[in-house]
């Protein structure tokens, strides 16, 4: 039945992309590569390279934006369904829905032309980037094992410090693990500055940083299990990790309203000096540079609770296209990705948008602060990647029971009680269906 529903839920929005968008016929096959894309911050910097390569090469090359993102997607779902995809697009969902894409032909396996020349491709491309857009031998979606995607650009998440507010709390070294920070933030408050603010109002960011302490207190495998529904979500190590909300809140470590506060206000409270730390990701860089060029910050891991664990951070390819395998110019497709990928272009890119390079031989283009990113992107792990992810409701009352605990609504002990009973009432109904 959830199939059937799905199935008609995409033809109902290919019958009204469709309407608003005129895709009820095949695109004219003309000597003209065209792509699709979401991001406007980079659409200048795509047309400037896109006009490059047509000079070079002869092949002319049609870029289109359509944002927000919600609405290019939309786009994209239509499209799928009236068989009208352009050369190039991306695919901005979960893995099993790429995998769709895959499994009905409309992405292109790029496997063998990442291999050639002794893997040279494949080996200019942060390994973390290429992850996303690859199928292991034992992925779970049954699609061929292979990579079928490019990255443009790759991101991560850390924590960010204001050297300045540091310096005027007397916190002389930059905190490494979890009572470090407290110690930095107890200095912080005695001088009137806020210590950590971020937009969980957003509340995928709080649910980021949650994840950051269950890989470094239990490790993965612990996770999954969890996700499985063999651990329950009030064993100890998971009521460690909500503690650590209960901790930070009670020590005054949040700035006011951070439950609530939407990521472009955290990012406004931070570029201006109203707090010493933020959890934000790498393209905070550009959005720091047009709030406050002067700003004096830098990044860090967030601090460890568990020194024998290591602190895995949100990351990975940050925007990604994939090619048309039912395009009739599906080779010159791939031939413009690699050129869009190589270093020389990469750096372009990493320049003009302030994005770290998915092209490693790119770094020496980036600001300072960025390759503070840079670093630590085999840090990196995404749900994306991850072989199995958590079911959807579960999430939910998870990421609100993480908001209760900052304000001081519920303990760990009760929302992890809480989570584990929707756990157990939504892997129920998952049994029933099946």
């Known amino acids: 039945m959830k199939k059937i529903i799905a199935l008609v839920l995409l033809v109902v929005m290919a019958v009204v992309g469709c309407f608003f968008w005129g895709c009820g016929k095949k695109p004219v096959n003309t000597n003209e590569i065209l792509i699709w894309h979401w991001m406007t911050d980079r659409h200048q910097a795509f047309e400037t390279l896109a006009q490059q390569y047509s000079e070079q090469t002869g092949v002319a090359i049609k870029i289109q934006l359509f944002a927000p ?5 939309q786009r994209i779902t239509a ?3 009236a068989n009208t995809l352009p050369d190039i697009f991306g695919i901005l969902d979960k893995k099993e829905i790429f995998a769709d894409f895959i499994k009905y032909g409309l992405v292109a396996d790029l496997t063998d032309e990442y291999k050639k020349d002794d893997g040279a491709w494949e080996q200019a491309m942060f390994p973390k980037a290429l992850e996303v857009n690859r199928f ?9 094992p292979g ?18 507010l540091l310096e005027k709390a007397g916190v002389k070294e930059v905190p490494r693990t979890f009572d ?18 971020s937009g969980w109002g957003e509340i995928w960011l709080a649910d980021a940083f949650a994840s950051n302490y269950a890989f470094n207190i239990m490790g993965e495998q612990k996770i999954m299990d969890t996700y499985q529904g063999k651990v329950p979500y009030t064993d100890p190590d998971w009521l460690k990790v909500f503690r650590v909300f209960k901790t930070l809140s009670e020590a005054g470590a949040f700035a006011e309203g951070v439950v609530t506060k939407p990521n472009k206000e955290a990012e406004q409270d931070f570029a201006l ?5 933020a959890y934000n990701g790498s393209w905070c860089v550009n959005v720091y540079h047009d709030m406050n060029p002067d700003l004096n910050y830098s990044a860090m891991l967030p601090p460890k609770m568990n020194p024998d664990r290591p602190m895995k951070i949100w990351g990975g390819a940050g925007s990604s296209f994939v090619v048309n395998e039912q395009s009739a110019k599906k080779e010159q497709a791939i031939a413009f990705l690699k050129w869009l990928s190589a270093e020389k272009q990469q750096a372009y890119l ?14 020496a283009a980036i600001p300072e602060v960025l390759s503070d990113f840079a670093k630590v992107m085999d840090n990196t792990t995404h749900p994306t990647i991850w072989k199995y992810n958590e079911l959807p409701k579960v999430t939910e009352a998870f990421d609100k029971g993480l908001q209760s605990i900052v304000i001081g609504e519920k303990t760990p ?7 584990q009973k929707v756990k157990e009432r939504e892997m129920e109904k998952q049994r029933n269906r099946q």
């Open 136 to 144: 292991t031998a034992d992925n779970i979606y049954d699609v061929k």
């Open 79 to 81: 499209s799928a369904q």
């Open 147 to 164: 990579i079928y995607g490019v990255p443009i650009d790759v991101t991560n998440i850390q924590m960010l410090y204001n050297k300045d």
């Open 350 to 363: 990493a320049r003009e948008t302030r994005n770290l390079p998915a092209n490693r031989k790119a770094l």
């Open 273 to 277: 000096g109203r707090a010493a730390f």
């Open 69 to 73: 993102p919600d609405t290019y997607s």
């Open 180 to 197: 470090q920070f407290l110690a930095a933030v107890k200095k912080l408050n005695s001088v009137g500055i806020s210590g950590l603010v």
């Open 413 to 419: 002990k009760q929302v992890a009680e809480e989570v």
